[in-house]
């Protein structure tokens, strides 16, 4: 059996781990559990709620069916699981390359509204190498979505960095902007306690059309005309901008690998997130494969490579 280094092979999960919490759309009370899974399995969804056969979901950028509020996974017989971007977000910053989620309801738990939760139960169950080597998608041309001032796009860079800008006329937000880079170790401090966010009117309007069920303060900070109205206040002073980057993070996490490339963006949201993957894909000259650890002959079809990868 070939043998590699643990910072160059694919990691899943050492035990399975459990939990329980409501969907912050459905209102849906759901029970989760986190399973190691095989070599180049990638992250699945399993829907145990629905006839057997039916409930498996690749979570793969092809796959996301809708991006309103949150990102939507979808399979050929037209079963989703929603708002996986947060739980994404946590996993790939945890190097997980593998691991089966099983759940028995529509949406993934909202939690805090943050990736913080998802990052200590991917914790608690442990990661163990694999006896295969982990690659890399990288970013040979630039590739922009977008139009104005309000545009996501992909640079070609030496590690995987995002650099973020939102502005809101709402005080409370307004203009702030934030860079990261992934490759470092700071996710679960920086970004991961970022908590999803919204504006109390809009909350209203969802709520009048049966969205946003589960949602609440103890899960999402809401503002309103320049207040912040959890008490406590905010984790951090520009909390709001290091959440738009925990969901770029899931989001691009379901290109199926890291990315090698620079992530800039503003305004930006799980529509451009998805948009931006579904543009360099269809480039073939834009990106290609490569693998942590040394190796030969590159190839579109993810089975060489000719760098060694950081």
Same mark, same amino acid.
């Given at each position: 059996?070939a043998?590699?280094?643990c910072?160059? $092979?694919?990691?899943t999960?050492?035990y ?8 912050v759309h459905?209102? +849906?009370?759901v029970? *989760?559990? *986190?399973?190691?899974? @095989?070599i ?6 399993? =829907?145990t709620d629905v006839?057997a056969g039916?409930?498996?979901i690749p979570?793969t &950028?092809?796959?996301v069916s809708?991006t ?6 979808s399979?050929a017989?037209?079963i989703s699981v929603s708002?996986?971007e947060?739980?994404?977000a946590?996993? =790939?910053?945890?190097g997980?390359d593998?691991?089966l989620?099983e759940? @028995?309801g529509? /949406? ?9 939760p &998802?990052?200590? *139960? ?7 190498c694999?006896? $295969? +080597?982990?690659?890399a998608i990288?970013?040979?041309?630039p590739?922009?979505?977008?139009? %104005?001032?309000?545009?996501l796009?992909?640079?070609p860079?030496?590690?995987e960095t995002?650099?973020?800008?939102? /502005?809101?006329a709402d005080p409370?937000?307004g203009?702030?902007?934030r860079?990261?880079d992934?490759?470092?170790d700071?996710?679960?401090q ?5 908590r999803?966010f919204?504006?109390?009117p ?5 709520r009048s059309?049966? *969205? ?12 309103d005309?320049?207040l912040v109205?959890?008490e406590g206040g905010? +984790?951090? #002073? @520009?909390?709001f901008?290091r959440?738009?980057?925990l969901d770029c993070i ?6 199926g690998? =890291?990315?090698i490339?620079r992530?800039e963006g503003r305004?930006? %949201?799980h529509?451009l997130n998805?948009?931006?993957?579904r $543009?360099?894909f269809a480039?073939?000259?834009?990106w290609?494969w /490569?693998?942590?650890?040394? #190796?030969?002959?590159p190839?579109k @079809?993810?089975?060489? %490579?000719?760098?060694l990868?950081?």
């Amino acid at each position: 059996m070939a043998k590699f280094h643990c910072t160059t $092979a694919q990691r899943t999960l050492m035990y399975p781990v459990s939990l329980r919490g409501i969907g912050v759309h459905s209102g +849906r009370r759901v029970n *989760l559990t *986190l399973r190691g899974a @095989d070599i180049d399995s990638g992250i699945r969804f399993l =829907r145990t709620d629905v006839p057997a056969g039916m409930g498996l979901i690749p979570a793969t &950028w092809d796959r996301v069916s809708s991006t309103r509020l949150s990102t939507v996974l979808s399979n050929a017989q037209g079963i989703s699981v929603s708002t996986v971007e947060h739980l994404m977000a946590a996993l =790939r910053a945890s190097g997980v390359d593998n691991a089966l989620v099983e759940l @028995d309801g529509p /949406e993934i738990p909202i939690v805090d509204g943050s990736a913080a939760p &998802w990052v200590s *139960l991917i914790h608690g169950a442990g990661t163990v190498c694999q006896a $295969a +080597r982990r690659r890399a998608i990288r970013v040979h041309k630039p590739i922009q979505v977008g139009e %104005g001032d309000q545009f996501l796009r992909i640079l070609p860079a030496e590690t995987e960095t995002y650099a973020v800008e939102i /502005e809101f006329a709402d005080p409370a937000v307004g203009y702030q902007r934030r860079e990261f880079d992934l490759r470092g170790d700071g996710f679960p401090q920086e970004i991961a306690p970022a908590r999803t966010f919204g504006f109390l009117p809009d909350i209203q309007s969802l709520r009048s059309q049966g *969205l946003t069920l589960g949602g609440s303060l103890d899960n999402a900070v809401v503002v309103d005309e320049g207040l912040v109205l959890n008490e406590g206040g905010l +984790r951090f #002073a @520009d909390e709001f901008v290091r959440h738009k980057i925990l969901d770029c993070i899931g989001d691009l996490s379901l290109a199926g690998a =890291r990315l090698i490339g620079r992530i800039e963006g503003r305004k930006v %949201g799980h529509g451009l997130n998805n948009q931006l993957l579904r $543009a360099l894909f269809a480039q073939p000259d834009a990106w290609s494969w /490569e693998y942590l650890g040394l #190796a030969r002959n590159p190839s579109k @079809d993810g089975t060489q %490579g000719d760098r060694l990868v950081a």
